[in-house]
Nanobody, 124 residues
Framework: QVQLVESGGGLVQAGGSLRLSCVCTTSGRTCSNYVMGWFRQAPGKEREFVARVNWSGLSTYYTDSVKGRFTITRDNAKNTVYLQMNSLKPEDTAVYYC???????????????WGQGTQVTVPS
């Protein structure tokens, strides 16, 4: 079983920055066994993929709308994944969810485990 706890959300003006954190705890496999990612869900919309990082942290992948603005990293020693969000826009407003997958195959479409979410609001 994997537990994911996000933090770092809040209200920020357009153009500003936030850093989200996701702490992973597990009673079985170590968190470094999981591909970690971030998804988001805006009001009235479906949950969408944002970014993922592979087991070692050396490979990352982003949805087009955040490329060049968001950076995903992981610190396996701290069992923590980060999402640095710069140049935030009103359309980035959403609940952001941390996600963990044993395999990389579905890491852009779903997750084996989800966090509870953290709200990010960028007023227009």
């Amino acid at each position: 079983q994997v537990q994911l706890v996000e933090s770092g959300g809040g209200l920020v003006q357009a153009g500003g920055s936030l850093r989200l954190s996701c702490v992973c705890t597990t009673s079985g496999r170590t968190c470094s066994n999981y591909v970690m990612g971030w998804f988001r869900q805006a009001p009235g919309k479906e949950r969408e993929f944002v970014a993922r990082v592979n087991w070692s942290g050396l490979s990352t992948y982003y949805t087009d709308s955040v490329k060049g603005r968001f950076t995903i990293t992981r610190d396996n020693a701290k069992n923590t994944v980060y999402l640095q969000m710069n140049s935030l826009k009103p359309e980035d407003t959403a609940v952001y969810y941390c996600a963990a997958n044993l395999g990389i195959g579905r890491s852009t479409t779903g997750a084996d485990y989800w966090g509870q979410g953290t709200q990010v609001t960028v007023p227009s």
